[in-house]
């Protein structure tokens, strides 16, 4: 079946932009994960979802990140004015369960100018 | 707090010959997940193996094989007979029970020469 997919696959913006970030997990899969992976910092946990909750956000960097899933599915990243030490590749990823291993997407490449 | 380190950053091998890729995790729980995703040129994180504390068999796919052990926190990868497909950034990542998120090694860079 289908894998985990994300939109858009390349971002260019400009600081002080605001960006979303899409992620569709895997269909029937109720966990998702966002993870961001940069040079300086390797690969970093940012938030997860159960369902359309999130029990952890432990990972956003500041107030400026926020997420949101909306009917257990389709998740969406924003950055509000983006600073160019956002750049990096934000992954998402999907489980069926708790606990369960967790399926990549092909990632976002944001690039802030 | 649970730590994850892969010591060899970059890793050359001539092809045909055998790689092992080390993996040293640190935890205070007694249950827990180890993984190992492959990341290839494409940039995709592709699951290689899960591993839960419990389960210290080796573990052997095809040319993979995975070297669990706890006495020594470690988790090593071994490809047999490399190929240039297996050239990837490879990580190690680990999970607690009851916290969802993965912890990830800094990756080792394999390049198979051909």
């Known amino acids: 079946g289908a894998g985990v997919s994300q939109s858009p696959s390349n971002k260019v913006t400009e600081k002080g932009k605001d960006v979303e970030l899409r992620c569709d997990p895997i269909?029937?899969?109720?966990?998702l994960y966002w993870y961001r992976q940069s040079l300086g910092q390797g690969l970093e946990f940012l938030i997860y979802?159960?369902?359309?909750?999130?029990?952890?956000k432990s990972g956003l960097p500041s107030d400026r990140f926020s997420a949101e899933r909306t009917g257990g599915s389709v998740s969406t990243l924003t950055i509000q004015r983006t600073q160019q030490e956002d750049s990096a590749v934000y992954l998402c990823a999907s489980t069926r369960g708790s606990q369960e291993t967790q399926y990549f997407g092909p990632g976002t490449r944001l690039l802030v100018l | 707090a649970q730590k994850v380190t892969q010591a060899q950053t970059e890793i050359s091998v001539v092809e045909k010959e055998d790689v092992t890729l080390d993996c040293v995790y640190e935890?205070?729980?007694?249950?827990?997940?180890l993984f190992w995703y492959k990341q290839p040129p494409s940039g995709e994180l592709v699951f290689l193996i899960r591993r839960n504390s419990f389960d210290e068999q080796n573990e052997i796919s095809g040319r993979y094989s995975w070297n669990f052990q706890k006495s020594t926190s470690s988790f090593n990868f071994t490809i047999t007979a490399s190929q240039v497909v297996d050239s990837a950034v490879y990580f190690c990542?680990?999970?607690?029970?009851?916290?969802?998120?993965?912890?990830f090694g800094t990756g080792t860079r394999l390049t198979i020469i051909p």
């Open positions: 269909s029937g899969h109720t966990a």
């Open positions: 990542a680990l999970s607690n029970f009851g916290n969802e998120k993965l912890t």
């Open positions: 935890t205070r729980d007694t249950t827990y997940y």
């Open positions: 979802f159960q369902g359309n909750s999130a029990p952890d």
